[in-house]
């Protein structure tokens, strides 16, 4: 009867203990339910805004390259100009030539 009676003063003592986990467990959860989280984005709209504004400072400097080379292209020429200096040799040339020949 002892082995008995020392099991279920062991089973007592186990369903005691597990009652007052289960009291402590619901006032967590009481606990829990009544606490209001509430949402903190400020560090991703600071991150969001940085990243908006290098965005803009790489899109500046973008449309300032491209002005830049417009502009370089619309006044570039398209013969250069050792190929001006050489057509006009030869222009002259011949016409020296021709003079030459109807002078003669």
Known sequence: MTKLELI?????EELHSFKEEVDR????EKS???TAIKADSTQI???IKEHLRKLHID???QQENRKEILNRIKHSRTIPNWLIILA???FLSQAFAIVYLLLR
Request: charged content about 25%; glycine content about 0%; aromatic content about 0%.
């Open 8 to 12: 279920s003063e062991l089973l007592v």
């Open 25 to 28: 467990l619901e006032n967590i």
């Open 32 to 34: 829990l339910k009544s």
């Open 45 to 47: 709209e600071k991150l």
């Open 59 to 61: 899109q500046t400097a």
């Open 88 to 90: 006009l040799l030869l």
